[in-house]
């Protein structure tokens, strides 16, 4: 079973997305913030990230930067879900290397299982 | 005066003296008639005297008379001179009257001129600097000194003044006709130029320039912007919670749903929808405005664009029994911003299916014009009347009959179609008649200068 971490602080989304991910089959572990999601993935290393940018304490762009300077981490696929879909924060996501971006309003969590298994598949 | 008949009586008396005694008769007789002789002449030149007297009384009388006549005659001239001074001096003052009101005018004039709220300068008919009103001065930080220096130049060496670099990027080198173009001097500064000539009965007075602050103005519309950016922001985050949850239910991850229950979630799906495109053409009005909208820039062929998105629409044309072809011939590729441009065709192709009653036809064409590639909608639909014409592209605007037609609408699509293609250093365009149909078209230029 392939293993997804969700960063996200909306409890709505966790809710959401955790059902419909652990119904598509895959094994979900949650974070609420960057600093959370960055040291659950060190202790176990997904083979994929959901990540918001926007959160608490450290947001998603950090953790990027992060991973990319751990050895084990900079391969994990990161998707990004974001609120805005600005086109300056979507560079910035390009930047860091991130696999793919969806923006909420434009996708729902049925997309989310469609982009997350080209990713990895299943 | 001698009695006439004495002298017979002396000629009786003579003849009858003796000779001694004649000859003293005689001497008396010579003296007596000397003596009349005398008497007669005096009598003959009293006469004389009498008439030359006449004569010059006469003569005086008429020289008196003329004297008289003259007299009257200058006393009438003196009359006539007198009421031509009086008329002269009433013209005098009548003049004096309209000159000091004149001069009272010029200073209101320039009173106003002074104290208006917006920069001026006027231009003689020649292009030379004839006035600027201290507003001018303060707008662009041009000293007095400077400016008083100016009056009396050509505009080509005017516009050279460093201070007004701002206002040669607009007007250019030479002095035309402008309405209301925008310049920004900083972040806090904008002001609002325009430019007129003045004709006045016999021809062209001069050319009159204005500059109207409208920092306030930017202020506004700047902190309108962020608000509604903010606003839209923040919807955002609800919303997509609504949409998602929405979806799962519908979906049957959260369990089973009855027929009922699908009809209504599938019924508010599709209203959040809306809240969503309305929320997504907000924000990109809000983008365009605040200047930061292109993006990702790359070359593209618009035909591939254009099919691509017809693909997604065909349902709802079959839906609605509307006939739609797509009419393709080669155009050059464009560099575009690849996002912008489909949400510009979308936006065009989705106002034909909307406006377009029931077995209508859309026509859907690409081809090259002018080097580059053109777009163009045509549709059976029910037009715009021609005086809702010139507002089209004016944001929130809604030709009423479109509002009839179908209430779902922000008013926001043209605008945005607009400032994309504009943003692409293209052009956007239509012909429309009521009732008839309309055609859009938009012209992009080709991604590199044909060689």
Known sequence: ?122 | MVDPSGGKLSDLLLSDVPPVLRSRDQEFHEIQEAKERLEEEKNILQIKFNAKTKALQDLEQSMEQEIQNRTRELKEKVKDSENSRVALMNMLEDIEELRQREENEKEKTLAIITHLVDGLVFFDALDRVSLINPRMESFFNLGREDAQKSIGKKFSDFIKIPALSPLADVLGAALKDISREEIIIDKNKAFEVSVSAVSGQRGKIGTILIIHDISREKMVEKMKTEFVSIAAHQLRTPISAIKWTIRMLLDGDLGAINEEQREFLDKTYKSNERMINLINDLLNVTRIEEGRYLYNMEIADVENVVAGLISGYEDIARRKNLKMIFEKSPAPPVKVDLEKIKLVISNLIENALKYTPASGKISISVNEDNGGAAVRVRDTGIGIPSDQQDRIFTKYFRSPNAVKAETEGTGLGLFIAKNIVEGHGGQIGFSSEDGKGSSFYFILPPASPKE
């Open chain 1, 1 to 122: 079973m392939k293993k997804i971490l969700l960063i996200e602080d909306e409890e709505l989304i966790i809710k959401l997305l955790n059902k419909k991910l652990t119904i598509a089959g895959y094994e979900v572990s949650l974070a609420m913030d960057g600093e959370q999601g960055l040291a659950k993935m060190k202790q176990n290393v997904p083979d994929l990230v959901l990540l918001d940018i926007v959160m608490p304490r450290m947001g998603g762009f950090e953790v990027m930067a992060q991973m990319r300077k751990d050895e084990k981490l900079a391969k994990v696929p990161v998707i990004i879900i974001s609120n805005s879909g600005q086109p300056l924060e979507l560079e910035k996501a390009k930047e860091l290397g991130a696999a793919d971006w969806l923006f909420k309003t434009e996708f729902d969590p049925r997309e989310v299982v469609t982009k997350i298994e080209k990713h990895i598949g299943h």
